[in-house]
């Protein structure tokens, strides 16, 4: 983070490159709400990675002042765990879609989540592939029609605030592209956690779901006496999709990756010299 | 000259491979050069397992090809190996387990029904006939065992015990090496094993002698290193600078992340074991991006898997090493036997143009300075690096040198100056190609690692056309560049200017080199040329070397010639194959044999004969 003291302005954050999305799409909110929390937390540019997928949410690394990786379909995690094994010191913000998160890289989600490195992960969540124009997502309901579901879909979409705090994830949230003051709180909140944070954000496609609609009527913001250190509450708040809460589910405090790493290191060094040519001595 | 293949044969899971690493390390320790091979089942219990270990008072270039001494605990141990006995050869048999065939035959039968518990199978069938000459040993080794020591498993050190006593290894170093072994669970243990090591030694004096084969001490008084190509190749790799690995379990290459789990940490690296192997390449080019050296291990399946993700590597330009430990494909194939079969996958597998460098490892010692040369080569190129082994390669073991790791000077990428940091393009068209790579971390080094076709600041540039043939012919330019390093990473064995050249690579270096020298001596005119880097492949070398002979055989463990395929492409010129496809290496026999085929084909005048072999 920077020296304390000048005001850091969220515009500061904003790179050359002009975004590629629609006019109106949700993914304007988030970006906007991450220029906020990272000026609020005085994140210094160049100790940031924004580690991203393939979708249209792929692009927020090219948009934020700082390092970034623009990976393959589906494999923001595994990158972003590289990255902060590699210098702990750095903060790490993964962003994906639900297709990148959900779908292709589904596999790798509980693993970061059970891992519980200091990253933190924002899917973009708009219940399509707007990148591919339109087709049905993990996160699409029953009997949503679009190109590959000409006849409407049949799958159960997922959850996946149950799904993540099923995992073991350690801190767990949801937000919306149209509430940015309160979404830039949640992120803020994520950034600060000392794990793996997940925040899932209805972000809509305006182009090919637009439910800027049907979504704002349904929003409820996750209840004030909620207990946020229960997952077993979190959980059954997950399972309440009459509403879709805004807000934090659950908060864990759980060693993270990194320390364990430092752990393994230290037990390892405890017990030998760390000298290339005391391991050569295990072979004669 | 001491000279001999000693080979153990038995159920797996029941110590057969520890057997014979326990008889490596002694017969290392004694003074002998050493070349060991494997094989072993895919089950974790039961199948056939075998360890073969070649000792000789000089260099070891292959596992050998007869067996002087088998150690055969079971039937079918027997029934596999007893064929491979050399004429005067020496048989070891557990004769409460099993009486080999022409024991029983000798004693009428009596014998075969009287021996072995019942149910077990005691010869018949299509049992090769013995070589007159092979001397056979039966020891009670199942019931000295139980009856003597006490514990059913020190028959494997009682059967040690017999072979050392009967070939004269020293009996001081077996000791040793079993108080070293189990000296860490105490002292009963220790004793039980060396009265299970005396017993076998003093059952020596029970059998009528009648082989002559005997070991002594060896020549070698220096000290060595005795490990296999995976141990060397990890090793390397710490010493190249590779502080972080990410990994998934896959046979043959799990037992380098193994390794690396425990000894990395020593010095302040780490493994991490992921969810599959894409993400093991995943997290690989994310340190890498970070700054930190970084490898993965795998085998086909697995490499399979990494495909995407080597072409994002090639296009973001991150430094990797990737390991492929080949094993028989294709799908989940054998996945504890041998091939070369990855060639292809390694040059060629991925969408797009996308250029990487492919070498293949040679021998155990080659396994140490390849990889910090892998290391070097992607770090200085910032491109993957794919590292062929196999499991012929990276489970044997062999005596070698202490490894001397200024031999390599190691290289580190290029980082941008602080004047190259005022306006910092990541991807600059240099005169090299190669742009000074930032790292996180430093001012003014912002940038995106894309894999979206990008312009030079690393902006996406998906629409610009002229773009991607300039960004395609900079990653090209690299890999080009590594050309004459191929060159003088050639190998010449035998003539230099043949009558016939031998091509082969990785793994079969050793077996090539031995079977180039016999037919030399045979007065045959015949050099082998073997590359340590195959893509791209040292065309100057490999023009000088193919010039002026009549026939070169491209000699590869895999069906189609995967490699005879790709020299085909550079040059017009008839390659003659050398296949093999069962799962197993060459033999130096195997192609000694192909050299004398050729060879009278090449004098009869009729090469297009041999061409067509």
């Known amino acids: 983070m920077s020296e304390a003291g000048t005001e850091i302005l969220p515009q500061s954050y904003k790179t050359d490159e002009h975004p590629i999305w629609c006019p109106g799409c949700g993914d304007f909110g988030v970006l906007a709400s991450l220029y906020n929390s990272l000026a609020g937390l005085r994140i210094d540019p160049k100790n940031l990675v924004v580690v991203s997928g393939i979708g249209c949410s792929g692009r927020t690394p090219g948009f934020v002042k700082s390092y970034g990786f623009h990976s393959v379909h589906g494999r923001v995690l595994p990158v972003a765990l590289g990255v902060k094994l590699a210098n702990p010191s750095l903060t790490v913000i993964g962003v994906g879609g639900d297709g990148d998160g959900f779908a292709i890289g589904g596999g790798h989600l509980p693993h970061a989540a059970r891992r519980n490195p200091d990253i933190t992960y924002i899917v973009m969540d708009n219940a399509t592939y707007g990148l591919t124009k339109g087709q049905y997502s993990p996160t699409s309901p029953v009997g949503f029609q679009a190109g590959s579901t000409p006849y409407g879909n049949i799958e159960q979409p997922l959850n996946p605030l149950a799904m993540v705090i099923a995992y ?11 509430k940015p003051k309160e979404l830039t709180d949640l992120i803020t909140q994520a950034m600060e956690h000392k794990g793996f944070s997940f925040v899932d954000v209805i972000s809509p496609c305006i182009t090919f779901y637009n439910t800027y609609k049907v979504i704002p009527p349904r929003l409820a913001e996750v209840p004030k006496d909620h207990d946020t250190a229960s997952r077993a509450k979190a959980f059954e708040l997950a399972l309440q999709t009459d509403h879709l809460r805004l807000g934090l589910y659950y908060r864990e405090s759980r060693p993270t990756f990194e320390q364990g790493v430092a752990e393994v290191i230290k037990k390892a060094q405890a017990s030998s010299p760390p000298k290339l040519e005391s391991i050569f001595a295990e072979f004669s | ?191 039980k094993n060396l009265q299970a090591l005396h017993i076998g030694m003093d059952y020596v004096k029970q059998v009528a002698r009648k082989d002559s084969i005997k070991l002594g001490a060896g020549p070698r008084k220096t000290k060595e290193l005795i490990l296999s190509g995976n141990e060397a190749l990890a090793l390397g790799a710490i010493a190249a600078g590779c502080r972080f690995y990410a990994g998934y379990p896959i046979t043959p290459a799990t037992d380098i ?61 991150i430094p990797a090493v990737v390991v492929d430990v080949q094993r028989v494909g294709p799908s989940t194939g054998m996945p504890t036997k041998t091939e070369q079969g990855d060639f292809y996958l390694a040059c060629y597998g991925g969408h797009g143009n996308c250029p990487r460098v492919v070498m293949a490892l040679t021998s155990v010692e080659d396994c140490f300075y390849g990889i910090m040369r892998a290391f070097n080569l992607a770090e200085q190129f910032q491109m993957p690096v794919v590292v062929l082994s196999d499991q012929y390669l990276g489970h044997r073991k062999a005596t070698v040198p202490v490894f001397e790791i200024a031999k390599v000077p190691v290289v580190n990428r290029r980082t941008p100056t602080a004047q190259e940091l005022v306006g910092y393009k990541r991807y600059r068209f240099t005169p090299d190609s190669i742009s000074p790579m930032a790292m996180p971390g430093m001012e003014g080094g912002g940038y995106i690692a894309e894999g979206l076709e990008h312009d030079e600041g690393g902006y996406p540039a998906a629409s610009n056309h002229e773009m991607h043939l300039r960004s395609t012919k900079k990653r090209y330019a690299k890999w080009a560049a590594v050309e004459p390093v191929a060159n003088e990473l050639v190998r010449i064995y035998g003539e230099p200017h043949p009558e016939i050249g031998i091509i082969g690579w990785g793994s079969s270096e050793g077996v090539i080199r031995e079977a180039v020298q016999l037919a030399q001596a045979k007065g045959y005119s015949v050099g082998a040329l073997h590359p340590k880097i195959l893509y791209p492949a040292p065309l100057a070398k490999l023009k000088e070397f193919i010039d002026g002979t009549k026939a070169v055989i491209v000699a590869e463990v895999n069906y189609t010639g995967q490699f005879a395929t790709a020299l085909r492409k550079r040059f017009a010129y008839d390659f003659i194959q050398l296949n093999k496809c069962v799962g197993l290496p060459f033999t130096p026999k195997e192609i000694v044999d192909k050299i004398e085929e050729v060879a009278a084909h090449v004098r009869s005048g009729h090469r297009d004969l041999a061409a067509k072999l």
């Open chain 2, 257 to 317: 992340m193994e390794f690396l789990a425990k000894e990395l940490p020593k010095i302040g690296g780490f493994v991490v074991q992921t969810e599959d192997e894409i993400a093991a390449l995943g997290a690989v080019l994310g340190a890498s991006f970070t700054g930190k050296k970084a490898m993965t291990a795998t085998s086909g399946p697995g490499f399979s898997l990494m495909t995407e993700m080597m072409g994002l590597a090639v296009a973001a330009e």
């Open chain 1, 168 to 178: 073991g994830a350690t801190f767990v949230g949801q937000g919306y592209s149209g």
């Open chain 2, 1 to 191: 000259m001491v000279d001999y293949v000693f080979r153990v044969g038995g159920e797996g899971g029941e110590g057969v491979i520890s057997t014979g690493e326990m008889l490596t390390l002694d017969l290392a320790r004694s003074g002998f050069e050493i070349y060991t091979f494997r094989t072993y089942p895919a089950e974790i219990k039961g199948g056939h397992a075998n360890y073969q270990i070649r000792a000789s008072g000089q260099l070891l270039l292959s596992q050998g090809d007869a067996v002087d001494v088998l150690l055969a605990f079971n039937q079918e141990a027997y029934d596999k190996h007893a064929k491979d006995i050399r004429p005067g050869g020496v048989l070891v048999y557990d004769s409460d387990s099993y009486i080999p065939p022409p024991v029983a035959a000798a004693n009428g039968g009596a014998a075969a029904q009287a021996a072995g518990p019942s149910g077990q199978r005691t010869g018949g069938g299509n049992i090769p006939a013995l070589v007159n000459s092979t001397v056979l040993y039966g020891v009670p080794l199942t019931s000295l065992a139980t009856e003597q020591v006490g514990v059913k498993l020190t028959k494997n050190i009682i059967a040690l015990g017999f072979v050392a006593e009967l070939c004269d290894i020293p009996r001081e170093t077996f000791e040793a090496l079993l108080r070293e072994k189990f000296g860490r669970k105490g002292e009963t243990v220790v004793q």
